[in-house]
């Protein structure tokens, strides 16, 4: 999922967000159209329509629309996941992070890929034993649905806003600076897609982009390192040492320490990269695609894998950066007399320098290639956040809340298009609202919300007995807020946006305080909670546990 997510300033990036997100390019000029790139991403849209097209005509229920019918293999579903996650931001921002900063750009790596194993013991399982198509119907399985089911799905479309926002600004202008085209063209093209792919062919289709897009950026990304390391003999070690000869801060960029030196920070910044990945709603919904829990914590397995490998790659690409391109004037805005700072005039900026790099080892065909799949990529990540927003508002919200199960199914699947096509629209003109904001701050926000927010609601209903709806609620609340004036009064925010003299919270991360905030509330407030309504809640949890550990009334694949 996302993901994340696109082109960040390097202050931006190391300061808050390269969390999964986009890159906020900053200014940028159009470049020349760039054909080759244009004609490969409509092969992909082409084929990504017709596979829409067939998805339509099989989405007849909803679980169709919102789970593909619990259909997906593990195989596919692994992928599906990989693509959610693996966003432009991992791609071009974390190879642009190792590219400046060395070793130390491995510090989102490592955070993104360690949230996985909590979501491998913690969460798939029981979430697909427990719910249907939202994680806040496993949140509520035995808590009042209506408070649950609205802080849940608050969570989740605080969540979906923000990353959108982010998505639609970074790929307005990365397709500015790529494909030669016009930013609010870029924009409408994203939007546009977004809303075809979800309202027509739901899941699946998601699902198939995904997939699609994951095969494409993992076999671009692999031709791309091997062919750095086939210049050096596929020894590691000689690629490095070529790195650090050519690097202004030598043999600096092989030591930690550089990128984020406050404990404090780099503890808060791990805190919100882990347990975000567990709360982020588009990513916990690929769990009810799967037939049962077996095949989703094999998803989870194969995925984390599939993730850590592109997180290799990704750095292998980023000191092949700095080897290859950094001696090479081509790829750098020349000062007087062909002089150049080797870190901070790239052209398009340090977050292209994959792109670059394309160029350098295949050509202007491989350079179309990558700028395709970037873009591929953000339309994918989008697409599955749109799903997520829409089933929100048509399943939680509608459905549960408002008509308390008294509607139909073809009337919420009905509700859930006409969502996906307003929120649709209303990221296009986010996007263009925002298009000379840096959004950098939105990225972490999501997160922070994931990890303070949906994680602490989703993991307390299903481990504690203890907890109940108050709890529940309080602590979703507690946690969503704080996360939010915590952001908002970071230097990211407080001093970068809103152009104050200094924050009045002085990290930019705030999970490392709004996530232990959000559990506590919940545990206090339950443990207060002395109702009737509290005593049937925890008597509740026996017949919640023997069903999320062996998955027996849990629904079953739909179609096959």
């Not at 946690?479 to 004036?485: I, K, S």
């Not at 996530?515 to 443990?527: D, G, N, Y």
């Not at 919640?544 to 694949?557: D, F, K, L, P």
Request: charged content about 10%.
């Amino acid at each position: 999922m996302n993901r994340l997510f696109l082109g960040l300033t390097l202050a931006v990036i190391a300061a808050s967000a390269a969390y999964a997100a986009g890159p906020d390019l900053g200014a940028v000029q159009q470049s020349a159209t760039n054909w080759p790139a244009i004609l490969m991403f409509l092969f992909f849209v082409l084929l990504t329509l017709g596979i829409t097209y067939k998805a339509a005509k099989g989405t007849k229920s909803a679980a169709d629309f919102y789970a593909a019918g619990g259909g997906i293999s593990a195989g596919t579903n692994s992928l599906a996941i990989a693509g959610d996650y693996m966003s432009a931001a991992s791609f071009l921002g974390i190879s642009g992070l190792v590219y400046t900063s060395g070793f130390d750009g491995l510090i989102y790596s490592t955070g993104f890929l360690v949230g996985w194993p909590i979501v491998l013991f913690l969460i798939a399982e029981r979430l697909r034993n427990l719910g249907k198509f939202t994680f806040a119907d496993v949140a509520s399985f035995r808590l009042d649905q209506t408070s649950i089911r609205i802080i849940s799905a608050v969570g989740t479309l605080v969540v979906v806003a923000f990353y959108l926002i982010a998505q639609m600004v970074g790929a307005g202008k990365l397709i500015q600076l790529l494909f030669g085209l016009p930013y609010l063209y870029a924009v409408i093209i994203v939007g546009v897609l977004m809303i075809v792919y979800v309202a027509f062919g739901g899941m699946k289709a998601t699902t198939w982009v995904q997939v699609i897009k994951a095969c494409l950026l993992l076999g671009g990304a692999t031709f791309m390192a091997g062919a750095v390391l086939l210049k050096y003999g596929f020894n590691p070690e000689v690629l490095f040492a070529s790195a650090v000869q050519v690097h202004p801060k030598g043999d600096a960029i092989m030591a930690p320490g550089g990128l984020v030196s406050n404990p404090v920070e780099a503890i808060s910044l791990g805190v919100g990269l882990m347990f975000g990945t567990a709360g982020l709603p588009h990513i916990l919904m690929r769990f009810f695609t799967v037939s049962d829990a077996q095949a989703a914590r094999k998803s989870v397995f194969y995925a984390t894998g599939l993730i850590g490998y592109f997180y290799i790659l990704t750095f292998i690409i980023g000191f092949g950066g700095i080897a290859l391109l950094m001696s090479d004037p081509v790829y750098f805005k020349l000062g007087p007399a062909g002089a150049f700072d080797k870190l901070k005039d790239m052209i398009g900026g340090t977050n292209m320098v994959a792109v670059n790099l394309a160029n350098a080892v295949g050509g202007p065909y491989f350079l179309g290639f990558i700028s395709a799949v970037a873009f591929a990529t953000i339309l994918a990540v989008v697409a599955g956040l749109t799903l997520a927003g829409a089933s929100a508002i048509s399943h939680d919200l509608y459905a549960q809340v408002i008509a308390r199960g008294r509607t139909t199914e073809k009337h919420e699947v009905n509700l859930s298009k006409i969502s996906a096509v307003v929120i649709g629209i209303v990221a296009i003109y986010l996007g263009y609202v925002f298009e000379n904001q840096n959004v950098a701050f939105m990225v972490g926000l999501a997160f922070a919300v994931a990890a303070s927010c949906n994680f602490p609601v989703l993991a307390m209903s299903i481990l504690w007995r203890g907890t109940t709806t108050w709890g529940a609620l309080a602590g979703g609340l507690v946690g969503l807020l704080t996360a939010v004036v915590m952001v908002v009064l970071s230097k990211a925010v407080w001093v970068t946006t809103l152009g104050n003299p200094a924050p009045l919270f002085p990290y930019d991360n705030p999970a490392l305080f709004s996530m232990p905030l959000a559990f506590a509330t919940i545990w206090v407030v339950s443990l207060m909670d002395k109702s009737r309504r509290a005593q049937r809640e925890r008597a509740a949890f026996e017949a919640q546990y023997v069903r999320s550990e062996t998955g027996i009334g849990a629904a079953g694949a739909h179609a096959h």
